[in-house]
């Protein structure tokens, strides 16, 4: 029998965090212990989606000699409240946990943002394990350290730089995936080709088919690549005092656009429209090039991923921007390219600038 080949990538280890490494292969779980160390208590936090995933590594872990609770989470951006995150600070209390023992977080973004989120407020800080179960969750979210949850003024308001001790993406768990939850985390893994490995896109326009399904011939490289660059860029500014920035292109609109929908749209269908928005803002503002502006709308729509939004939003979407975290002040700040893997900050844009990019977003 042939071993699975298993890649590991490492991050961190700046800005006083410890490094880590994330995983990416089949059959991952046996590393799971050595992650968790020695911890006594393990709570697994799973979508409901995701009720027999998360009873199964209870058992399991159990069975080795750990305390294993399951806290089962609504699913997706429902599980991001203050709520749910207080019923899991309960179930941790009545469990007894302690700062030596462990949270691992199974599921998509959504879980392990308040998984992690969790980990970072229980007694001011205890470990945590993240094993994204979606494209989105491999690429992206799992990775970095970034946890949090949604407030009534918007997205992602409450939140924590507090980085996993390991991730393990077992590529097996995209298989249950429903195809538009998939397709959403094609955005992100299109944001990486945009901002930094233009291979990536190169892959996905190959075969846009074949990006569309874990069964593709491209998977594990296009997770992979994604997972690279975003490793890369945090490792270098794990708290967004700049370079961590461009990993929000397409996000100032597509934040405001699922605050718009109470979040009901995906994550990376916004960010998808988001990245629409964001080409055209940098063509106006005279830095991005025609051809690379235009390759935006043909990529994401080779894969079925949106373009575009309702035109009569703007004044609301453009007051929910207002709060996003790249703001300074009065200031609006949003991520533009200056040409294909080269980001960069504009500043204050005219509003009839906005108002003209926002123009190709709702047709
Ligand atoms: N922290 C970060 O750096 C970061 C980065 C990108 C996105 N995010 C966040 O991630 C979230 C989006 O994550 P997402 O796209 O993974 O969506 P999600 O977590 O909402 O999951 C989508 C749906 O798929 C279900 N699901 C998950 N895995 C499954 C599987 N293997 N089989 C069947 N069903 C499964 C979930 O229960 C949910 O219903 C957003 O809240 C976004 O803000 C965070
Ligand atoms: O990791 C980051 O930094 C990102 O910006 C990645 C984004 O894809 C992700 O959606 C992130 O949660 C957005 O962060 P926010 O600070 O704008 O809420
Ligand atoms: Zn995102």
């Given at each position: 029998m042939t071993e699975q080949a298993v890649t590991r990538i490492q991050v961190g280890g700046t800005e006083g965090s410890d490094p880590y490494e994330v995983l990416v292969g089949r059959?991952?779980?046996?590393e799971l212990p050595g992650l968790i160390g020695r911890a006594q208590r393990v709570a697994v936090l799973h979508p409901e989606a995701l009720a027999g995933t998360g009873e199964a590594i209870r058992e399991d872990l159990a069975a080795q000699g750990y305390e294993a609770i399951a806290v089962q989470l609504p699913n997706a951006?429902?599980?991001?409240?203050v709520e749910v995150a207080a019923y899991c600070w309960k179930a941790l209390g009545q469990t007894g946990f302690t700062r030596t023992d462990v949270i691992v977080g199974v599921g998509g973004g959504a879980t392990t943002d308040v998984a992690g989120f969790v980990a970072a407020t229980w007694l001011r800080g205890v470990r945590w394990i993240a094993l994204p179960t979606t494209v989105l969750g491999m690429v992206d979210?799992?990775?970095?350290?970034?946890t949090g949850i949604n407030t009534a003024e918007g997205k992602n308001l409450v939140g924590a730089f507090h980085p996993p001790a390991g991730v393990l993406?077992?590529?097996?768990?995209?298989?249950?995936?429903p195809v538009n939850d998939y397709i959403s985390g094609l955005a992100e893994v299109i944001k990486a080709g945009f901002i930094a490995d233009p291979a990536i896109l190169d892959l996905v326009e190959a075969d846009p088919q074949g990006a569309r399904?874990?069964?593709?011939?491209?998977t594990a490289e296009l997770i992979e690549r994604s997972i690279r660059v975003k490793a890369e860029v945090v490792s270098n500014d794990l708290k967004e005092?700049?370079?961590?920035?461009?990993?929000?292109?397409?996000h100032t609109l597509a934040h405001a656009i699922e605050k718009n929908e109470r979040y009901k749209w995906r994550h990376g269908a916004a960010v998808s429209v988001g990245m629409v928005f964001a080409a055209e803002l940098g063509r106006l503002a005279g830095r991005l090039d025609d051809a690379t502006a235009d390759r935006h709308s043909a990529v994401l729509e080779s894969v079925g991923l949106p373009l575009t939004y309702r035109g009569d939003q703007w004044p609301k979407l453009l007051q929910t921007m207002k709060?996003?975290?790249?703001?300074r002040g009065n200031v609006l700040r949003f991520i533009v390219l200056d040409?294909?893997?080269k980001p960069t900050v504009l500043e204050g844009p005219d509003p009839a600038v906005l108002l003209a990019a926002y123009g190709e977003v709702s047709g």
């Open positions: 059959q991952l779980l046996g951006e429902e599980s991001k409240t979210a799992a990775v970095g350290g970034k993406c077992d590529l097996a768990a995209l298989d249950s995936l399904t874990p069964a593709g011939p491209h005092s700049g370079l961590r920035e461009i990993l929000n292109y397409g709060v996003d975290k790249k703001s040409g294909l893997a």
